[in-house]
T-cell receptor, first 114, second 109 residues
């Protein structure tokens, strides 16, 4: 158990819908990272927040957005969902901004878009 | 951009030693990580190399050569539970972590 929690564990929805995934970092960690893992693409970095502010951006679609709240939990919002968005979404956390730090991953949210 | 290559699949026998290679080309280098991931589960941290050389941690060791853009993960005394995917990830100058496609290791009795 890494200490990172994610909810929900599973999510089934339809194309065109919008969902919100939630992540709570390990106690004391200030950075939260979001990743998408699909069968054909491997683990892809989406976005990082540090202490409430966006720190780095990866391959995140415009239909996707994220934020980190004052209590440091983070939410990833996925809208206008398409079949190809079906994937495992992982959240990870680290103590600081990331330099020289290990990221610890949560159990993931499995999203299925029908 | 980033380019990380590792073999897609490997098979080894219980009790044996296996070496999983990773080569990378990145814009700046700020460390290399190895993670283990069982199917459908979260990646779990195995090792971190930022300087050249070998880091040993129990049955697992990781080696880095920055000049060659090369790393390997060595697993000794293989156990059935070591059957998993092994992900090589490189942190670039901007602190972004890029993962390779992973190597699926199957350990056979």
């Amino acid at each position: 158990d890494s200490g990172v929690t994610q909810t929900p564990k599973h999510l089934i929805t339809a194309t065109g819908q919008r969902v919100t995934l939630r992540c709570s970092p390990r106690s004391g960690d200030l950075s939260v990272y979001w990743y998408q893992q699909s069968l054909d693409q491997g683990l892809q970095f989406l976005i990082q927040y540090y202490n409430g502010e966006e720190r780095a951006k990866g391959n995140i679609l415009e239909r996707f957005s994220a934020q980190q709240f004052p209590d440091l939990h983070s939410e990833l919002n996925l809208s206008s969902l398409e079949l190809g968005d079906s994937a495992l979404y992982f959240c990870a956390s680290s103590p600081g901004q990331g330099r020289g730090e290990t990221q610890y991953f949560g159990p993931g949210t499995r999203l299925l878009v029908l | 951009g980033q380019n990380i290559d590792q073999p897609t699949e490997m098979t080894a026998t219980e009790g044996a030693i296996v070496q999983i290679n990773c080569t990378y080309q990145t814009s700046g280098f700020n460390g290399l990580f190895w993670y283990q991931q069982h199917a459908g589960e979260a990646p779990t941290f195995l090792s971190y190399n930022v300087l050249d050389g070998l880091e040993e941690k129990g049955r697992f060791s990781s080696f880095l050569s920055r000049s060659k853009g090369y790393s390997y993960l060595l697993l000794k005394e293989l156990q059935m539970k070591d059957s998993a995917s092994y992900l090589c990830a490189v942190r670039d100058a901007g602190n972004m972590l890029t993962f390779g496609g992973g190597t699926r290791l199957m350990v056979k009795p």
